[in-house]
């Protein structure tokens, strides 16, 4: 996967309460035109053959060691199928054996003792729950639960890997927000792959967006 560094921007957001240290990563790949998936869910896509002269490469020394420094992995429900559905496939399990947190409030199939199982209120279990016990605390997916971690301002970055295809159609990044959220772009990455990393801090959660536009005063 491309585009896994590390934001050399400080954060400076306000936390509720907890592990001052801790950080909320949004982490996702997603075509040029936003989505994350097809309608059905198919993410056949994210194999692609271009070829990007210049860009970089991160050898399998350099993932490891990034990979490393996640803490933990939170994720919604769908998302914990499809990885499950790659599992069984034989496309193995790309977690390794880091805490995995999926939210859910259904009873879905347990496959190991790293899985943990969550519903209710997010920023209840992120700041109460995750940002004492973890430091570098990475959703994963899908648009769901990104569009909830950013519209309850629980994120600190967003790295957003975009690859070299349009879909035309499908799962947004982040799912109905109902919000602006204002951004600073960190960091900008091009792979060989064709892959743009792009690295954005969380800077502010604004109020919603009013839902009438006065034209005449
Ligand atoms: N391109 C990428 O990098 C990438 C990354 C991740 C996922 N994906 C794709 O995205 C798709 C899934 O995304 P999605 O937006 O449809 O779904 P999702 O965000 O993975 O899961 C949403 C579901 O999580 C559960 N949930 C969310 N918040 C909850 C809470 N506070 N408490 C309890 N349950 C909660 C609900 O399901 P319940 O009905 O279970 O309660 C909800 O319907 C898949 O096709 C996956 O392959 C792509």
């Known amino acids: 996967m491309g585009g896994l560094t590390a934001c050399a921007y400080p954060v400076q957001k306000p936390k509720i309460m907890g592990n001052t240290d801790s950080r909320v990563t949004i982490h996702m790949a997603a075509s040029l035109d936003g989505f994350i998936a097809r309608k059905d869910g198919r993410v056949d896509w994210l194999e692609t053959s271009d070829q990007f002269a210049g860009g970089d490469t991160m050898s399998p ?30 496309f193995g ?39 004492p016990a973890f430091r570098s605390i990475w959703f994963v997916g899908g648009g ?10 629980l994120a600190d970055e967003v790295r957003y890997s975009i690859l070299p295809i349009l879909i035309g159609d499908g799962i947004p990044f982040f799912e109905k927000l109902d919000r602006d959220v204002v951004l ?11 892959t743009v990393a792009l690295c954005y801090e ?16």
């Open 61 to 90: 020394e350099l993932v490891e060691a990034f990979l490393k420094s996640i803490d933990c992995y939170v994720m919604g429900s769908r998302t914990y199928e499809t990885a499950l559905s790659f599992e069984a496939k034989g």
């Open 202 to 217: 969380v800077r502010t959660c604004a109020q919603p967006a009013p839902t009438a536009v006065v034209t005449h005063l």
């Open 144 to 153: 769901v639960v990104s569009g909830e971690c950013l519209r309850l301002g």
């Open 93 to 131: 399990w790309p977690y390794g054996n880091k805490p995995i947190f999926v939210l859910t409030s259904r009873k879905l199939p347990r496959t190991r003792d790293t899985v943990e199982f969550y519903s209710g209120d997010l920023a209840h279990f992120v700041n109460g729950r995750l940002r």
């Open 184 to 194: 600073h772009l960190a960091e900008v990455k091009g792979y060989k792959s064709g």
